[in-house]
């Protein structure tokens, strides 16, 4: 039940960064408004469930000719309760 609880609170907690990494990983030319031209992006995760805990790791980013954006964050559920980070930035231009 433990091992339940865990993958559970870190599914709700990673909703956000792997949404977030889905989108940036999806961008493509004239996807986005305000975006006009070629992208570049780039998009990576990683996820882990054992009997010390369950936990996601993720980065992304990209590159237009208007705008730069990164996304990158983590989360940890354990038995001394879960824990994380989560970067988001960028720059419209």
């Known amino acids: 039940m433990r091992a339940v609880k865990r993958v559970l609170a870190v599914t709700a ?4 960064l792997v949404i ?4 940036l990983a999806s961008a493509h030319e004239g996807g986005h408004e ?3 031209g070629p992208e570049a992006h780039f998009a ?12 996601e790791a993720g ?3 990209v590159v237009s000719p ?3 954006d990164h996304i990158a964050g ?3 559920a354990g038995d001394e309760g879960v824990s ?10």
């Open 34 to 36: 305000g975006h006009e």
């Open 84 to 93: 994380g980070s989560f970067t988001d930035s960028g720059a419209d231009f």
């Open 59 to 61: 980065v992304a980013s």
């Open 13 to 16: 907690l990673a909703a956000p």
């Open 20 to 23: 977030g990494c889905a989108g």
């Open 44 to 55: 990576q995760a990683q996820f882990i469930a054992n009997e010390e805990g369950a936990g």
């Open 66 to 68: 208007n705008s730069v």
């Open 74 to 76: 983590w989360v940890f």
